[in-house]
Structures are given as C-alpha cells and as structure tokens.
C-alpha cells in the first residue's frame, strides 16, 4: 500500500509538468498527503511484523498507531484541504475555441503577488495545461496576458512582449520576445 501511494505521487508530481493532465495533476500531486500515508504505512507494517509480541512491544505499537491516527490523520487531512494552486487572478477563454482558456493564478501565498500563467486546453480527463511562464510583479516583467489572434497568446510585461503561437492540438510552441 505504502508503495501505491509513493506511486500516485508519482502520477501526480509527472502531471505537474507543461503539458501534463489537469485532473491527475489536482488529484495526485499532493506530497505531503502521499508520502506522508506511504511513510505512516511502512511505519504501521514495521510494527506489525515484529516477531517478538511481549505486553510491552503491544502497548508500544498501539502508541504509536494512536500518534499516527490522532496526530498525523488531522494534518493530512488539513494539508490536502488548505493546500491549493493559489488563487485564480484571471480566466481569458478563447471565443472561437472554449476548450481553451488562459489562467493567471497568484501563487505567491504573500503581499507581493507572484503570477503563474498557462495555458488550459481540452476539456474533462483529457485537459491539458501549458506553463507560459511565472512572473513577480515587482521588478518583474508582468502586466497582463490576452489573446491576440486566433492562435497566438501576448503576454505584455514593462520591458518586453511575448508571443506564444498554439498548435492545433492545444500545445504551445516556443515564444517570440520582443522589446517594447
């Protein structure tokens, strides 16, 4: 079991990538949660298969399944809850196309937004997201990101442009910058 969920993690932490699954991605790339249930079993089944079950080595694995439940259930549980992508700034879908939509996520957790753009192309298991970039507000190069043709995306910052083209299938290719 412990390895089952070291290999969700797995899954989920490969989706992260450009071009990975969304729904893989929300579902499974939860650190904390997995590796932390993958090392709360290994710990469980170490105490389990002890050979030797003296009064004292019960009372001592039934201590230790009692922190794990009552200590480490509750801060899973919080983690996987609070935990997130950060908070949506901006949604841009793409009137020909509404499979496709630009997200701007603040994901600075801070006072000093830190923005992530990308990408979202497809629609339910097969949604697909395309990093454009991360950018911070001060002394960054960010100011917003539009649509700017049928298949191009602008992202304008203070000192320069980048022009992403998007192939049909969703993907992006590589960007075009540009002094302003």
């Given at each position: 079991?412990?390895?089952?969920?070291?290999?969700?993690?797995?899954?989920g932490l490969h989706a992260s990538r450009s071009g990975g699954l969304v729904v893989v991605e929300r579902w499974l790339n939860h650190p904390v949660l997995l590796v932390g249930v993958a090392a709360a079993l290994i710990v469980v089944s170490l105490l389990i298969e002890r050979e030797s079950r003296t009064a004292w080595s019960q009372i001592g694995c039934v201590g230790a399944l009692a922190v794990l439940v009552f200590g480490g259930l509750p801060i899973a549980v919080l983690s996987y809850v609070f935990s997130g992508d950060g908070r949506w700034v901006?949604?841009?879908?793409?009137?020909?196309?509404?499979?496709?939509?630009?997200?701007?996520?603040?994901?600075?957790?801070?006072?000093?937004?830190?923005?992530?753009v990308e990408l979202l192309s497809g629609t339910g298991w097969s949604a697909r997201h395309w990093d454009l970039g991360t950018w911070e507000t001060e002394g960054g190069d960010f100011t917003r990101v539009d649509w700017s043709g049928p298949n191009q995306i602008t992202v304008t910052g203070e000192r320069e442009l980048r022009v992403f083209?998007?192939?049909?299938?969703?993907?992006?290719?590589?960007?075009?910058?540009?002094?302003?």
């Open positions: 079991m412990a390895l089952v969920a070291i290999l969700a993690y797995l899954a901006e949604r841009k879908v793409r009137p020909e196309h509404p499979d496709r939509v630009l997200t701007v996520t603040d994901v600075a957790f801070s006072i000093d937004p830190i923005y992530h083209e998007v192939h049909p299938d969703g993907s992006l290719g590589a960007p075009r910058v540009t002094a302003r």
